[in-house]
């Protein structure tokens, strides 16, 4: 018995190790090759792009958003914007179509559904896109400001038949911890070392481009859309890229609350991809399947994983004096955790770091078990934002 346990929690302990620092090491080795970024297209070459943005109560974004696309550094004749307000209760359509008329987005050719009652993210994006006929779709979160070019140089990848879909990389204006902002610097590493193994597994849903005849739609109670359209395109054999040259901001600041509630989501999210894209682990994807296994398979198990390596050393470390090592390193672990905790904005950032890592899992083991055992199915919903339009 203490064999067994002592293999389990070793080869947990292995898992964790592998998923935490030699698989980002050799990410970042296999990043270093050189992106090719396609050169941009002229003037009249431009395809018409069709923008779809769905929205529940942005009432604090949506006038911001609507004026960064309109100075967007392309023909207004080949973008059309759709603005479908899902059963907003905070006026987000009225602001929507009083920024419209401001002489700065004179031009910008916009829709604006305010649609009732609420049906959910899905609902709505898989109506909108599916009345679309072929040709280019984008979407982007009402939040994410894009820069003047990000419709130009997403273009400019379609030019490849073969491409089905393309983002750009993801930063935030203002991080609202030390380890927020780590944490997504390590998401961009990371993109950018599986576009170099294959594919990116999924895109950053701040914005994204894609080919309408690569969709198809989604059942409605997807979590990480953003995730399992590229993957279901790449396992149909359509090819998608990452260009750290689209730039897209971040303008919401997430909070403490508003960080761990997201987590748990994305959390649950992952644990739904993992079944409904597993064909991404077969081995004939090569580079994407080790990709998909390393990262996203062991993100779900990692939290319980985890456990198990500390109830396993904690019950082998009287035994032990190697297993006892462990169980002092992982106790002196949590500790600086917890301390990093206790000194909150003033803590140095190793400790920041450390603790958002240790409550990352913890609220990806929430999320991945009311996941599993609760299969949630409610509308979507958005915390309130400290920003202003």
């Known amino acids: 018995m203490q064999t067994l346990l002592a293999a389990l929690t070793l080869a947990a302990l292995a898992l964790a190790a592998w998923h935490h620092l030699a698989w980002p090491l050799l990410l970042s080795r296999i990043a270093r090759r050189p992106a090719t970024v396609p050169a941009p297209l002229p003037q009249a070459a431009l395809p018409p792009i069709t923008l779809v943005m769905p929205a529940y109560n942005e009432a604090a974004f949506i006038a911001r958003k609507l004026r960064n696309l309109a100075a967007l550094d392309y023909p207004r004749d080949r973008l059309l914007v759709i603005l479908a307000c899902d059963g907003c209760t905070d006026g987000t359509a009225t602001i929507a ?35 679309l ?37 993801y930063v935030l204006e203002r991080a609202g911890s030390a380890g927020e902002a780590k944490y997504w610097q390590y998401q961009v590493a990371v993109k950018r070392g599986e576009a170099a193994l294959g594919a990116p597994l999924g895109l950053h849903g701040a914005f994204w481009a894609f080919r309408r005849e690569a969709w198809s739609p989604l059942p409605p109670d997807t979590i990480n859309d953003d995730f399992l359209w590229p993957a279901h395109m790449v396992e149909q054999g359509w090819r998608i890229a990452y260009d750290e040259t689209i730039r897209t901001r971040e303008a919401e600041v997430a909070d403490p609350g508003l960080d761990a509630r997201r987590r748990r989501r994305i959390a649950a999210g992952n644990a739904q991809q993992l079944w409904r894209a597993r064909g991404l682990l077969h081995p004939r994807h090569g580079g994407i399947a080790l990709a998909f ?41 949590l500790g600086l955790a917890l301390l990093g905790a206790l000194l909150g904005p003033r803590a140095p950032k190793p400790l920041a770091i450390l603790y958002y890592l240790v409550t990352g899992h913890l609220a990806s083991a929430i999320g991945v078990a009311r996941y599993l055992l609760f299969r949630p199915r409610t509308p979507w919903r958005r915390a309130e934002h400290a920003a202003t339009a």
């Open 97 to 131: 179509e009083a920024t419209l008329r401001e002489p700065g987005c004179a031009g910008l050719r916009a829709e604006v559904r305010d649609l009732r009652p609420n049906r959910g993210k899905l609902g709505v994006l898989n109506e909108a896109i599916g009345a």
């Open 133 to 169: 006929p072929p040709g280019i779709v984008a979407l982007s979160d009402i939040s994410a400001m894009l820069p003047p070019d990000a419709l130009r140089r997403a273009a400019a990848h379609f030019t490849d038949p073969r491409l089905g879909a393309v983002g750009g990389t």
């Open 293 to 333: 296994a390393s990262g996203k398979a062991l993100r779900v198990a990692m939290p319980f994983l985890l456990l198990l390596a500390v109830l396993g050393t904690l019950a082998l470390a009287p035994i032990s004096k190697f297993f006892l090592f462990l169980a002092i390193c992982e106790a002196i672990g």
